[in-house]
Every structure is written in structure tokens, then in C-alpha cells.
């Protein structure tokens, strides 16, 4: 058995500190309430129940989702939660971001982080996963991301409305005279059935938050929700169906200034020197400075319009020093290879006794392949930036943000004010996708407003630094072997992945100093933690020193290992002569949860039925975020283009809270992993990005869009996430349908490389 | 120079080559149209002159000499446009940065294409990208409102 000890020991940083922070501070502070920061600020007539709730006395009741707006729904289906266990419809409230603090962290994040299989519920795996939980708390980490939303709020914002809820039946039960048990709650009413009196909560709400609320509240069951589990529509479509200023890029003050940002296109190159002098001379330009960040190294032109500052931008003659990274993809390339040939690998589970099963193994009997997968940017539809004012010792920041905590750190960093003097605003966002955990665009934005005198300045970078910049999601190359027995099916499997950390970069940007040696999981996920049986089976993970800035990406490892790890389990059906849907139906034999989405898949997609000659399916499955995904791709060759034409989804979220948002997610998630997989990368020549616009950086098109369609079903028994998990299985589906279409294996991405699509 | 937007005439003092996108949004504060690259690749800067989907991002305010028609003046939440109500129907929207630029380019598709195909749809929307991926519920909700058009519902 493994010991705790043992796997803080080989688990990544946070892991560690996750087990040494959780014994260290014992339970005992853990369970002390978080400060509630509504207290602050009410407004006249204004009471606060806990961190997710406001009544005022004129009804107006506001729900605060701590989590960031970014398309994935969260703003609706987190506010149903709380209106769910409060009696109020949805149209009762008005919904908010709320201010950055501690009371809203995402332990949850932490807690799936946690270096084991999702199907795995030892009481090591468990025992780990709640002491990550705990370091959620100390580490008072509010950031938006791990597909982690539902899972983090699901007891938490359930449990704050009912205690709001009881806390005012309590009110009412004191001014009726009547025990409180005999009241009912409906649409923010207080409603005593035998008298026949109501009162709003409004009427309730100051006197309600001046008594203790009660601590033994239920939970109401599943079967009496009125808003969970159905289709709600989204709180956020009016303001985006009409245009409404409610983007970071919108945010606007009357004595504003605009400004851009140039940063050294080589990773963590210097700016040798610039010169300002035509650029000051054009209409509108206030300032040009030097910019000298952890995250950059470049200037900033300061102007009174935004088009006038990136035209004097391009005026400002600069010398860039080359950054210390790799120079070119051959480079890259051989660096990965070489971490996994210098060997050291770590391993995070195993079964049986891999490297025996291989020294024995009969030549023919041997499957093994490469694969390969380029860095990649993000490209979220809103440019990268943000506002900021310096202005009477307060800083505040207006940031389409997944993570207000951390503009935080940085604020006090760069300004030394305190705590309280610093207000982080999360706008809604135009794209979030992991890119905008990242403190870098906030980071100069505060910069810059400390050099225009309490003037507030809003920072937006051109498309061409967003997509020339990073951090990207890393490049990562990947070694695959299986010995086959008899019967077709894999004896044994073996892989080494080797990949830059996103775990050690993004601690080491947001908290430098803190120590990021030791493994992280995120290389090997999607890789060693999928529900596939094989007698002998082990994957290793090898950090490799490329030095370029990598973070996040949607569905992070999963995004490269699915790829790469479902590719070779189709090989490895094709080299067995079994068909790869069946070749999967016989290795997750033991879970019946990935039984079920095969068998869908099957009957949805009519796989296996003859198709004509142009036509082509593939199938992958990942389990990723908690979430069990099989996907079918059929594919058509249009002249000797490759057009998706069909996409079938089958996702096993455990429960779903919204359908048609969870649909909504997993549409997205296929279309964001296929434009990847078709025709997206970052390339490097002499050490710089060579992409910069949508022209060599492209993105699906309404023309090229498949058909897709999404089927639920509902028995993992553990609530998963939504935002990542289609993402990772979509691009070796398509890989698979293209080998079954005209036998051509692509084991490097982007695959349009080899093969031209529509 | 004077500029018409929405049917209001505004006074600029501003260099006619700065691009129609950054007059609106940073001189009138009409914020509708989005800067999404530009360079003409994305259309979330979309907004019609003369009938026409144009890139604001492209045009010269010098050369612009007709009214601009951008998504703050087609429809109010409590009186929307019937492609923004279809819009909303579908459910269409996620992350909605793209989506001022998909509804003004849809809305001139069906000025001029009052019933289109799938294939009208793919040709005039293929230069509006979404990152969200939106694609099938844009191409259901312009078919809703082509079809209440068509019933004048
Ligand atoms: S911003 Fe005009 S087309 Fe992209
Ligand atoms: S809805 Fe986000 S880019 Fe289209």
C-alpha cells in the first residue's frame, strides 16, 4: 500500500504543500468561518445572509457567483443553485461576479488536482484529495478553471441558500408568532398557510441578518427541485444578444487613457533599447515606458485612443535581446526527446510488472509509435487586457479575469498597498480557456496606471501580441509501446510523455520563489488515469527544460495525452484485428459507467455499418475532470479534402444541473479540440512564435462546422465538470477516422501537416 | 467631419484614416462593435452601411458617407430585433464576444437573402468566427427568424 507520505513525496507542488499545509494547520482552523466580504459595502436597507446573498428591503435580491462569466455558463447555472435552496425564480435576481476574497475559494480545483483516477476511491486517493481540498482554503485560491465550478459550489451555494431561507422563516416566525416549522417558502415569499399572511423576503431581510442563522439546515431532495436539472435559460444572453458594454475591453471612465503593450516575441528576452521619438511626435501619444515585468519585457504606449497607440507602437524603433528558449521546432523536438532518453521519468499508478512483460516480448507481437504535439495559443475571442487606476492610495482593476486572487498578490506586490486598498472588478469574458488565470495582462496594466497620475488606463494588446505571446499550452512528444497477446488485446502498454511543466510555470508566475522541482500530474493526465484494464501497464512522465512559458489550455495534459494515448489504443485495435469500439468495450469491462456511453455511442453513430467508400468513423474516450467522454467522428473525403461532417458526443457528468448548458459546453469543447487538431499551432523559428493573426492562427468555420450531437447520461454517481472534458477525446477520434478512411496514420499534430481538409 | 451612426450625425475632429471600429468605440463610446483581430479575419467588429455587413475594423472613417447601423441601435432587451429574439430563443450565445458581429452580419444576410440555405448561410457567415463554437445554434436561430420573417411573426 501506498503511503501518504510516499506520494506527497512524488507528487507535484501543490500536492505537497496540499499534504504539508492540511496537517500543518490541522482541521481545527479549516473549519472557521471565511469573513463575509458583502459586509462591506451594503447599501442603505441592505442585509447579507452569507458571501452569495443580498436582500435589501425593495426586494432586489443579488446572487454573487464568485466564479468567472467566460461562456461556460456558470453565472446561471451556480446562481440556480443558491435560488434553488432560497425559493426565489430566476428572474427574482439580479446575478454578480462579486469582489475578489478569501470566502470564495475553489477548493475543489485542488481537490480534482489530486494525482489519482477519478475512479479511484481508495482511502489513500480520498485521505489525499481532502487535504488538497483544505490547502483550497488556506491558499484562499478564487480562480475559475479545472471545470471545477459546479463540483466546488454544488454544497456550498445549495447550503448558503437554505440557510438564508431558514434564517428567514425564522424572522417571519418571531413577527407572526408561529413556530417556523409550520411556514413554507415560494418566489421570495414567506407564506403561513393557515392565517393565509405572506411577507416578502424584503420586508424580512434586515430584521433576519441581525438573528443567528441556524445551523442544521436540509437540504431539499432531488426530486423537489424546481430549477436544478432542467433547462434554464441564460441569465447572460439579453446583455450579449444586445451588444451591452459588459466586456473587460468595454470598461470606460471619462478621463480615461488608452494604451498598448509590444513585449519581446522571444520568450523571456530582454528589450535592449527603444526609441520613442517618432512615436511622441504623433497625434494623441502621451507616454512611451519600459516595461520590465516577470511576464515581459518590452514598453507600453500611452495615448489618448486605442488605434492611436498601437499605430505609435509600430512607430517605436526597439532592439530585443534573444530570449534564453529554444530556437526552432527541430530544437524543441529534440529537447523533448531527449528528457525521456536521459530517463529519471516519474509514474503516478502501475499495474502489473510492465518492463518484464517487455524484455521477453516476441518481435512481432511488439506495436510502437511516436506522437507529437505543438505548442498552442489560446486565442480567446477577446484580446488580452485590462483597467487600471492608481488614484488617492487605491488601486483598482477592472479584469476579464479567471483568477482575482492573484491580481491581488500581484496589486500588493507592484504597489506595496494593502490588501484593503486593492479592488479587483471581474468583468464578463470574451473567451477564458485557461489563458486568463494568467496575471500577465493585469500585471502591466497596473504598471501603466502607476505612471498616469490617478488617471485610470485601459491596456489592450493587438491580436497580434495576443497570439505571438504565450503562455501557450506546451509542445509535448510522446513514446507508446504494447506487447499483444494471442487473443489481440494488449499484454502490456508502456508510455513515456515527456512535456514543460504548466504546474511549475504557473506557480512559478503567479507566487516566484515557491519551490516547483518534484513531478507534476498534469504531464500525465489523460495518459495513466483512463479506465482501460491491461494486465501490465505503466506510463511515465518526464519534465522537459524548454524554457518558453506554457499554462493551461483547456482540459491542460488531457489536451495532448488524449490525443496521443487514444491514438495508439487504436493502433493497437487495428494491430489486434479487433474493432477499436469493441477493442475499448472489452478493456473498461470492469466500469460500467464507460460500458454504457460505448454502447450509446454504438447505436447513435450506426458504427460499424457499412458507409460508402468516402465516409470514415473514428472513436476515442477520455475521462477527464471527473466527466466520462466517448465521442465518434465520421469524416468525408471531399476530393481529397477531409470534411468533419458528423461528431456524436456521449457524456457521463454523473448529474447534470442544466442540460442545455451542459450540451452547450460539450459542443463548444468538440469545436475548440477540432480546431486544434485541424490546423493549429505555435511554431518557433530564431527563438520567436511565428503566428500572429488569425490569417496563420485560424479557427472552425461556420462552413467547416459538423453536425454534431450530444446525449447525456447519468451514472458515474460523481459530479463531473463540463467545460474540458469533449475537448480531449474529439482529435484522436478524428485521427481514428482518417486511418479508417484511407489507412493513413497521423501521430503528429496539427494534423492538416499531412492531409488537407475542407 | 461628421459621422452618422444609428441615425445620429456626430461631430469628429479625428484623422479620417483612423479605422471606423476605433471612432465608434473609443471616441462616440458605441461599443457594440468588437475588436476581435483588426485585420478583417474575425467580423466581431461587423456593422452595416448601405445594406452591406462591413468590417469596421477595415474602413476609414473618411471614407464612410452613410448612416453605420451597429447592434446598439437594432434592438433593446424589452424591444429586440426579431434575429436578436431568435438569438435568444436558440439560446445561442456563450462567452458572446462574437456574437454583435454575428448578428449584424446575419441581419444583413436576410435584408438581402430573405429565405437563404444552408449554403447562403455557410458563405456569408464563414467570416465571422466564434472560439466558442456556437456555429449550429447561429445557423438554427437565423433559420427561426428567416421563417417568422417569412410569416412576419
Ligand atoms: S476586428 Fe474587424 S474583422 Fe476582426
Ligand atoms: S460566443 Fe464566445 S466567441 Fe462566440
Redesign the interface.
Known amino acids: 500500500m501506498v503511503s501518504i507520505g510516499k506520494i506527497a513525496r512524488r507528487t507535484f507542488l501543490v500536492g505537497a504543500a496540499a499534504v504539508a499545509g492540511g496537517v500543518a494547520f490541522g482541521y481545527y482552523k479549516y473549519r472557521q468561518p471565511l469573513e463575509n466580504p458583502l459586509k462591506k459595502g451594503l447599501a442603505e436597507g441592505e442585509a447579507t445572509f452569507n458571501p452569495y446573498i443580498k436582500i435589501a428591503s425593495d426586494n432586489r435580491i443579488t446572487v454573487i457567483v464568485p466564479r468567472a462569466e ?4 456558470a453565472f446561471t447555472t451556480l446562481a440556480a443553485l443558491v435560488a434553488e435552496e432560497l425559493d426565489v425564480t430566476l428572474d427574482q435576481i439580479t446575478i454578480e461576479h462579486g469582489p475578489a476574497a478569501p470566502a470564495y475559494y475553489n477548493d475543489a480545483a485542488l481537490r480534482e488536482g489530486a494525482p489519482f483516477p477519478a475512479f479511484d476511491h481508495s482511502m489513500v486517493a480520498e485521505t489525499v484529495r481532502n487535504a488538497m481540498g483544505v490547502v483550497g482554503k488556506f491558499l484562499a485560491l478564487q480562480m475559475t478553471g479545472g471545470s471545477s465550478s459546479l463540483a466546488d459550489g454544488y454544497e456550498k451555494m445549495r447550503l448558503a441558500g437554505a440557510t438564508a431561507r431558514e434564517t428567514l422563516k425564522a424572522a417571519a416566525a418571531q413577527k407572526l408568532g408561529v413556530p417556523a416549522a409550520s411556514l413554507k417558502t415560494e418566489a421570495g415569499k414567506v407564506i403561513d398557510a393557515k392565517s393565509g399572511k405572506s411577507l416578502t423576503y424584503g420586508e424580512l431581510a434586515l430584521d433576519a441578518a441581525r438573528i443567528d442563522p441556524p445551523s442544521d439546515v436540509a437540504l431539499k431532495p432531488r426530486a423537489q427541485w424546481k430549477l436544478l436539472g432542467k433547462p434554464q ?2 441569465k ?8 451591452q ?3 473587460g ?2 470598461v ?1 471612465f471619462p478621463d480615461m487613457l ?1 494604451a498598448t503593450v509590444k513585449m519581446n516575441p522571444q520568450p523571456g528576452g530582454a528589450m535592449k533599447s527603444f526609441d520613442a521619438k517618432e512615436a511622441l511626435k504623433m ?1 494623441g501619444v502621451k507616454k512611451v515606458i519600459a516595461i520590465d515585468s516577470l511576464y515581459g519585457k518590452g514598453f507600453a504606449v500611452i495615448a489618448d ?4 497607440a ?1 499605430k505609435a507602437a509600430d512607430a517605436v524603433k526597439v532592439v530585443w535581446a534573444d530570449g534564453p528558449g529554444h530556437r526552432d521546432d527541430a530544437e524543441a523536438k529534440k529537447i523533448l526527446a531527449g528528457t525521456i532518453a536521459a530517463g529519471g521519468g516519474f509514474s503516478l499508478r502501475s499495474s502489473g510488472d510492465p518492463d518484464k512483460a517487455f524484455a521477453d516480448a516476441p518481435r512481432e507481437k511488439l506495436v510502437e509509435a511516436e506522437y507529437y504535439a505543438p505548442f498552442l495559443s489560446h ?5 488580452m487586457n485590462a483597467t487600471a487606476r492608481l488614484k488617492d492610495g487605491v488601486l483598482d482593476v477592472w479584469s476579464p479575469n479567471q483568477a482575482p486572487s492573484v491580481i491581488k498578490i500581484i496589486g500588493a506586490r507592484l504597489t506595496k498597498l494593502a490588501d484593503d486598498k486593492i479592488n479587483v472588478h471581474t468583468t ?6 485557461g489563458r486568463r488565470i494568467e496575471p500577465d495582462f493585469s500585471d502591466y496594466a497596473i504598471r501603466i496606471a502607476m505612471e498616469t497620475e490617478g488617471r485610470p488606463v485601459k491596456v ?1 494588446w ?2 497580434e501580441e495576443d497570439i505571438s505571446h504565450g503562455p501557450y499550452r506546451p509542445a509535448a512528444l510522446a513514446r507508446y509501446r504494447a506487447r499483444l497477446g494471442n487473443d489481440g488485446l494488449p499484454v502490456a502498454v508502456h508510455g513515456s510523455v515527456a512535456s514543460p511543466s504548466v504546474m511549475a510555470g504557473m506557480v512559478g508566475r503567479i507566487m516566484p520563489g515557491l519551490p516547483t522541482a518534484g513531478p507534476d500530474n498534469l504531464i500525465l493526465d489523460g495518459a495513466y488515469n483512463q479506465p482501460y484494464k491491461i494486465p501490465n501497464e505503466r506510463v511515465d512522465g518526464y519534465k522537459a527544460p524548454l524554457s518558453t512559458p506554457v499554462a493551461s489550455w483547456r482540459s491542460v495534459g488531457n489536451s495532448f495525452n488524449a490525443f496521443m494515448h487514444e491514438s495508439f489504443m487504436d493502433e493497437l485495435a487495428h494491430a489486434g484485428k479487433i474493432d477499436p469500439l469493441e477493442f475499448r468495450r472489452k478493456l473498461m469491462a470492469d466500469y460500467p459507467t464507460a460500458i454504457a456511453i460505448l454502447d450509446k455511442l454504438k447505436t447513435l453513430s450506426d458504427w460499424g455499418k457499412p458507409i460508402d467508400k468516402t465516409r470514415a468513423q473514428g472513436v476515442a474516450f477520455t475521462l477527464s475532470f471527473g466527466t466520462w467522454v466517448g465521442e465518434v467522428v465520421q469524416v468525408k473525403d471531399e476530393n481529397g479534402s477531409i470534411r468533419v461532417e458528423k461528431v456524436w458526443i456521449v457524456a457521463d457528468p454523473g448529474m447534470v444541473l442544466d442540460p ?1 448548458n451542459f450540451k ?1 459546453q460539450m ?6 479540440g477540432l480546431s486544434a487538431a485541424i490546423g493549429q499551432q505555435i511554431s518557433f523559428a530564431d527563438g520567436a512564435p511565428q503566428q500572429s ?3 496563420d492562427y ?6 467547416q ?1 459538423p ?2 450531437i450530444i446525449e447525456i447520461l447519468e451514472n458515474s454517481g460523481h459530479l463531473g465538470g463540463a467545460g474540458e472534458p469533449a475537448t480531449p477525446p474529439v482529435m484522436a477520434a478524428l485521427a481514428n477516422a482518417i486511418y479508417a478512411l484511407n489507412g493513413k496514420r497521423i501521430r503528429s499534430m496539427p494534423l492538416n501537416g499531412e492531409i488537407s481538409f475542407v | 467631419m461628421k459621422l452618422q451612426v444609428n441615425g445620429t450625425v456626430h461631430e469628429l475632429d ?2 479620417p484614416d ?2 471606423l ?2 471612432a465608434l ?3 462616440l ?1 458605441i ?9 478583417g ?2 467580423g ?1 467588429c461587423t456593422v452595416i452601411i448601405d445594406g452591406q455587413a462591413t468590417r469596421a475594423c477595415q474602413t476609414a472613417v473618411g471614407d464612410v458617407k452613410s448612416n453605420v447601423r ?3 441601435g ?4 424589452d424591444a ?1 430585433h426579431r434575429v ?1 429574439q431568435a ?2 430563443d436558440e ?10 458581429g454575428q ?1 449584424m452580419n446575419a441581419v444583413a444576410l436576410l435584408e438581402t437573402n430573405p429565405t437563404p440555405s444552408d449554403k447562403d ?3 456569408a ?15 438554427a436561430a437565423i433559420k427561426r427568424a428567416a421563417a417568422g420573417q417569412q410569416t412576419g411573426a
Open positions: 467566460m461562456g461556460q455558463g435559460p441564460r447572460d444572453m439579453p446583455a450579449k444578444v444586445t451588444g458594454p459588459i466586456f475591453i468595454d470606460q488608452y497625434r485612443n486605442t488605434w492611436r498601437f486565442a480567446t475571442m477577446e484580446p464578463f469574458l470574451g473567451g477564458g480557456f489592450t493587438t491580436r442545455l452547450a459542443m463548444s469543447g468538440a469545436i475548440y493573426n488569425f490569417s485560424d479557427a472552425m468555420r461556420m462552413n462546422c453536425d454534431i | 479625428i484623422e483612423m479605422p471600429l476605433w468605440r473609443d471616441e463610446n461599443k457594440g462593435p468588437k475588436f476581435g483581430c483588426g485585420a479575419l474575425c466581431a451597429t447592434i446598439d437594432l434592438g433593446k432587451p429586440l436578436q438569438w435568444l439560446q445561442v450565445v456563450q462567452c458572446g464576444y462574437c456574437q454583435a448578428i448561410i455557410d458563405e457567415m464563414s467570416g465571422n468566427l466564434c472560439r466558442c463554437g456556437t456555429y449550429p445554434r447561429i445557423r
